[in-house]
Every structure is written in structure tokens, then in C-alpha cells.
């Protein structure tokens, strides 16, 4: 039986509408703006679930911070978090991107414009880079993880493997 306390549907709402007009820099950073809500401030899951979340989004096709957001809706408001919290993280994106877009196509091409994209970009990389760095820090224990990140991340990099044969390998039987 699940003694954790569920949160209201409006809390589901209110967290993942500001989460969707808030977050950018791709599901990367997404999902660590998610993780700072859901597991250093609100306590709603726990590092080991949610590091358990993103390892399985990474095995189905799509995006994952919005199949985070879903499944985290649906952890703590039921169905309806379910519907909530995946309506009001993808729709204001959606907006903002279509809006983001035009003025691209506008402005994309004058000096202000590509130096406000680079600026964008350094941003996200800073914030893929601390969202790596702090679940880095929770799931490399010892030495063995540490190997294993280690060639996970040559493999990726080096040999450009699809990172879901390597969750699909590292994934624990308990």
C-alpha cells in the first residue's frame, strides 16, 4: 500500500504550468528543474525513483521530460495528475516555441538575435552540465559505477552508441 501523501490535482497543476512557460534548454534541462521540484523541494519522490524515472523514460520513444512530468503527475494526483500535469507542461512550451519560432525567422539573422542564441545555449549547457554533476554525485557509489559511467560515457561520445543498449545493460535486476 502506498503511504506516501498524494498532492492535489491544483498542486500538480500550479507545479507543472510554471514548469512548462519556465523550463528551457531541452528535456535535459527540463528534468533538472524537475528534479529540484519534485526531490529537493517538495520531497514528492525520492532520488533512487527518480533516478529510476529517467532511466526508464530513456527506454521509450519520446521526449523525456514530458514523459517525466506525466508519470509524476500521475505518481502523486492519479488519472487526472496524469492529464494535468502532461496539458499544462506541453502546451505553454508549445506556445512559447511557436512564438519563439517566428520571432527566429524575424530576427534570427541580426547581430542581437544570434547573440541572444548564443547566450541561450551556454545557459543550457551550464544547466545540463550541474543537472549531470548532482545526479552523478547520487549514482556513482563506488568504484564499479564509476568505471561503468566512465565507458558509458565513452561509448556514448566516442563510439556515438545509442544510449538506450546502454540502459538497457546497466539496468539492475532487483
Same mark, same amino acid.
Given at each position: 500500500?502506498?503511504?506516501?501523501?498524494?498532492?492535489?490535482? #491544483?498542486?500538480?497543476?500550479?507545479?507543472?504550468?510554471?514548469?512548462?512557460?519556465?523550463?528551457?534548454?531541452?528535456?535535459?534541462?527540463?528534468?533538472?528543474?524537475?528534479?529540484?521540484? /519534485?526531490?529537493?523541494?517538495?520531497?514528492?519522490?525520492?532520488?533512487?525513483?527518480?533516478?529510476?524515472? /529517467?532511466?526508464?523514460?530513456?527506454?521509450?520513444?519520446?521526449?523525456?521530460?514530458?514523459?517525466?512530468?506525466?508519470?509524476?503527475?500521475?505518481?502523486?494526483? #492519479?488519472?487526472?495528475?496524469?492529464?494535468?500535469?502532461?496539458?499544462?507542461? &506541453?502546451?505553454?512550451?508549445?506556445? &512559447?516555441?511557436?512564438?519563439?519560432?517566428?520571432?527566429? /525567422?524575424?530576427?534570427?539573422?541580426?547581430?542581437?538575435?544570434?547573440?541572444?542564441?548564443?547566450?541561450?545555449?551556454?545557459?543550457?549547457? #551550464?544547466?545540463?552540465?550541474?543537472?549531470?554533476?548532482?545526479?552523478?554525485?547520487?549514482? &556513482?557509489?563506488?568504484?564499479?559505477?564509476?568505471?561503468?559511467? /566512465?565507458?558509458?560515457?565513452?561509448l556514448l561520445f566516442r563510439f556515438k552508441?545509442?544510449?538506450?543498449?546502454?540502459?538497457?545493460? #546497466?539496468?539492475?535486476?532487483?
Open positions: 500500500m502506498d503511504t506516501k501523501p498524494r498532492s492535489s490535482l #491544483g498542486q500538480v497543476i500550479r507545479l507543472f504550468l510554471r514548469l512548462g512557460f519556465t523550463a528551457f534548454g531541452g528535456p535535459a534541462a527540463h528534468i533538472a528543474m524537475m528534479h529540484d521540484e /519534485v526531490v529537493v523541494r517538495r520531497r514528492w519522490l525520492d532520488e533512487q525513483h527518480f533516478l529510476d524515472l /529517467v532511466g526508464a523514460t530513456n527506454l521509450i520513444p519520446g521526449p523525456n521530460s514530458t514523459e517525466m512530468a506525466i508519470h509524476i503527475g500521475y505518481d502523486r494526483a #492519479g488519472w487526472r495528475g496524469l492529464v494535468a500535469a502532461g496539458v499544462c507542461f &506541453i502546451l505553454p512550451a508549445t506556445l &512559447i516555441v511557436g512564438s519563439l519560432a517566428w520571432a527566429y /525567422v524575424a530576427y534570427g539573422r541580426t547581430p542581437q538575435g544570434e547573440a541572444l542564441l548564443y547566450g541561450i545555449n551556454v545557459a543550457a549547457l #551550464g544547466l545540463m552540465a550541474g543537472v549531470t554533476w548532482q545526479l552523478g554525485q547520487e549514482a &556513482i557509489v563506488d568504484g564499479v559505477t564509476l568505471f561503468l559511467a /566512465v565507458g558509458a560515457m565513452i552508441l545509442n544510449s538506450a543498449w546502454l540502459v538497457l545493460v #546497466g539496468v539492475s535486476p532487483d
